[in-house]
T-cell receptor, first 113, second 115 residues
Framework: SQQGEEDPQALSIQEGENATMNCSYK?????LQWYRQNSGRGLVHLIL?????REKHSGRLRVTLDTSKKSSSLLITASRAADTASYFC?????????????FGKGTHLIIQP | DVKVTQSSRYLVKRTGEKVFLECVQD?????MFWYRQDPGLGLRLIYF???????EKGDIPEGYSVSREKKERFSLILESASTNQTSMYLC??????????????FGPGTRLTVL
C-alpha cells in the first residue's frame, strides 16, 4: 500500500510555540485525517479534511490540504506539555482498490516545559 | 461516546501457541479493523471487516486469521504464534458514510510478546 509520509520524524519545541508537521501522500484521496497517539495508547482522531476542502480549524489545530501537491500540514498553536505525542496522517484513497485508511509512520512531537 | 475495548492490555505467549485477541465496539459500526504497530513501520493493516461474517485481507495477513460472528465483535487469531509477531495490536471501528472511510475509533491496544 502507499503510505503517507510525515515530516519531520521528530520535533522538539518549547511550550507556547507553534508546531507544524507535514504529510505527503501518493494517490488521489477522498479525505485525509490526522490522529494523535499518546505513549503506549490507542490513536485518537483529531480532524478530517475532505479532498474539496483547503483548510480546516478545530480549536488550536489548523489543517491545510493541497491536492495538487498531494500534501497536508497540521499546525498546533500555543503548544502545551499535554500535546506531547505522536501524530499520524491517514488517507482514504479514492478510485477503489484500496481498503480502509492508509497511515503514515508518524511525527513524534515533544513539548519542552 | 464510542467505546472500543480490547480483551487484554498486555499478553505474553509462547512460540507455537494459538492466540486470540478480541475487540468489541458499542456504536453499531459496520467496519472493524485490526492493525499492528511496530517502531519505524507505523500502523499496518492486517485484516478488516465491513459486515458480519465478511472479512478482507489487509497489507500483512500472513500468519493471522479473523472472525466476525457478531457485528460488535471482531477477533484476531494467531494460529501459531511466532516471535516476529511480537507487536502492539490495535483494533478500530468506523461507520461507513457516503462510501468513504471516515473517522476511526481505536481501542487502547494489546501489547503482545511472543517468547
Amino acid at each position: 500500500s502507499q503510505q503517507g509520509e510525515e515530516d519531520p520524524q521528530a520535533l522538539s519545541i518549547q511550550e507556547g510555540e507553534n508546531a507544524t508537521m507535514n504529510c505527503s501522500y501518493k494517490t488521489s484521496i477522498n479525505n485525509l485525517q490526522w490522529y494523535r497517539q499518546n505513549s503506549g495508547r490507542g490513536l485518537v482522531h483529531l480532524i478530517l479534511i475532505r479532498s474539496n476542502e483547503r483548510e480546516k480549524h478545530s480549536g488550536r489545530l489548523r489543517v491545510t490540504l493541497d491536492t495538487s501537491k498531494k500534501s497536508s500540514s497540521l499546525l498546533i498553536t500555543a503548544s502545551r506539555a499535554a500535546d506531547t505525542a505522536s501524530y499520524f496522517c491517514a488517507t482514504d484513497a479514492s478510485g477503489g482498490g484500496a481498503d480502509g485508511l492508509t497511515f503514515g509512520k508518524g511525527t513524534h512531537l515533544i513539548i519542552q516545559p | 461516546d464510542v467505546k472500543v475495548t480490547q480483551s487484554s492490555r498486555y499478553l505474553v505467549k509462547r512460540t507455537g501457541e494459538k492466540v486470540f485477541l478480541e475487540c468489541v465496539q458499542d456504536m453499531d459500526h459496520e467496519n472493524m479493523f485490526w492493525y499492528r504497530q511496530d517502531p519505524g513501520l507505523g500502523l499496518r493493516l492486517i485484516y478488516f471487516s465491513y459486515d458480519v461474517k465478511m472479512k478482507e485481507k489487509g497489507d500483512i495477513p500472513e500468519g493471522y486469521s479473523v472472525s466476525r460472528e457478531k457485528k460488535e465483535r471482531f477477533s484476531l487469531i494467531l494460529e501459531s504464534a511466532s516471535t516476529n509477531q511480537t507487536s502492539m495490536y490495535l483494533c478500530a471501528s468506523s461507520p461507513l458514510l457516503s462510501g468513504q472511510y471516515n473517522e476511526q475509533f481505536f481501542g487502547p491496544g494489546t501489547r503482545l510478546t511472543v517468547l
